[in-house]
């Protein structure tokens, strides 16, 4: 995995919460936008005498670990407000308050051992000048000319307010979740590059990292505003996980490593923390099965669930592409794909009826569903799991416009020693289906 600059926003959010448990330990490898645990953080109990959850989280990328730093210590603050937080994580412009909440626990980090290369990032960060808003500004819209992205054109047609088209447009283009008379200040992590020591960007928006069930009509939620969901959510999450932090019902604890067969000494630093769940990520895109298994099986303990999701599993997979299919039936599976978004988009807040999407990704949602079990079989192949999904009905999840993937597969595991079962969540991936045979 060489990503061309650090990803500092997940794009693939936990669909539905996992179940946190105090006095266990989570692993999060690859810990972006603190991984599982700030989607769950609703079932951690604070008044629990069984101690705190302990988070471990491995990330490879420096600049990911310095700015977690930070924003642990900002959230252990008791003076600074959750949107504080959020800004320094997911917004290109700040407040002067940001700016100095964020200067506060900078140099707070400085003053505790962390790895060269993180260091290396904190003090580069001490050493810049208070950026201006023109300058942010300035900054942020010279890479969108530079950019060949035209998804995002997609995804403000599908918005059916001409607000929300407006405010996304203006997020994707300035990457500033928060715009108003207090955000005066560029973002220190956001508007800066030094690649010597690892700062770069990827000029990435946050949209994709809030869960799509926020917008469910399903849900209490009847916030109006597309973008003000996305800042409700993050805020909200934040005071929760910053009351954790502060009463000491959770530890997230974020190191610079990276996973491989060969680093023996991490995998048996984690084996020795007997983890309760191991988040991937999706790790399965970059790493060969019996590799991936190899790790994961040496890293478990008797108690263990691994969460897991795959972008890219389309790719080993013939069939989900619509160029795979005979052309005569292509055009049945691009009809069903465009019922699909319509019944999708009826269960999203403030979206057109009918969805804009490139064909193959419609006829792909259909396809997708087809032939799933292929890759888990594939995955799984010589190895004794339990597989499980939500309700077992699929690991597939209700389309929507403002994910990396729509095929995304996300799904948890366990290895059968374990005795571990997911009960009516159980995904059978052996049974035939009619697709199948």
Not at 72 to 101: G, Q
């Amino acid at each position: 995995y060489e990503p061309k600059a650090p990803q500092q926003f997940r794009n693939s959010p936990l669909r539905e919460p996992a179940v946190l448990m105090n006095g266990t330990t989570v692993i999060e490898i690859g810990f972006v936008d603190f991984g599982v645990i700030l989607d769950s953080i609703e079932s951690l109990n604070k008044d629990s005498s069984d101690g705190p959850l302990t988070v471990i989280g491995y990330e490879m990328e420096p600049l990911c670990v310095a700015k977690t730093l930070v924003m642990l210590a900002m959230m252990r603050d008791t003076s600074i407000h959750a949107r504080s937080v959020a800004e320094v994580w997911l917004s290109s412009l700040w407040s002067e308050a940001t700016y100095l909440s964020f200067q506060k626990a900078l140099n707070e980090v400085l003053t505790t051992e962390c790895p060269t290369k993180v260091r290396a990032i904190l003090e580069y960060w001490v050493s810049l000048k208070k950026i201006s808003l023109e300058k942010a500004l300035e900054f942020q819209l010279h890479a969108i000319l530079k950019s060949r992205d035209t998804n995002f054109g997609m995804s403000t047609c599908n918005l059916s307010s001409a607000t929300d088209r407006v405010d996304y447009l203006r997020c994707y283009r300035t990457k500033a979740l928060y715009e108003d008379m207090t955000t005066t200040v560029g973002s220190v992590i956001m508007n800066s590059e030094c690649e010597s020591i690892g700062i770069k960007q990827l000029f990435s928006d946050c949209v994709m990292a809030a869960p799509p069930l926020i917008h469910s009509t399903l849900t209490e939620n009847n916030i109006p505003s597309f973008l003000e969901r996305i800042r409700v959510y993050f805020t909200s999450k934040i005071e929760q996980f910053s009351n954790h932090l502060r009463l000491d019902t959770l530890r997230f604890i974020p190191k610079l490593g990276k996973i491989s067969i060969d680093n023996k000494e991490m995998m048996q630093e984690l084996q020795n923390l007997n983890p309760f769940i191991i988040s991937w990520s999706n790790v399965s895109d970059y790493i060969e099965p019996k590799e991936f298994h190899a790790i994961a099986r040496r890293i478990s303990g008797p108690d263990t669930v691994h969460y897991l999701h795959s972008c890219n599993w389309t790719q080993r997979v013939h069939g989900v592409d619509i160029h795979d299919i005979n052309t005569i039936m292509a055009l049945n599976f691009y009809a069903d794909g465009i019922i699909m978004i319509e019944r999708g988009h009826s269960y999203h807040m403030g979206l057109i009826k009918q969805g804009v999407y490139h064909y193959r990704d419609i006829c792909s949602m259909i396809l997708s569903r087809r032939y799933v079990k292929n890759y888990l079989r594939y995955f799984f192949e010589g190895q004794s799991v339990n597989c499980g999904c939500l309700n077992g009905i699929t690991p597939l999840k209700i389309p929507s416009c403002f994910t990396h993937n729509m095929t995304t597969a996300y799904f948890v595991f366990a290895y059968k020693e374990t005795g571990i079962t997911f009960k009516m969540d159980h995904y059978d991936i052996e049974k035939r289906d009619e697709v199948d045979e």
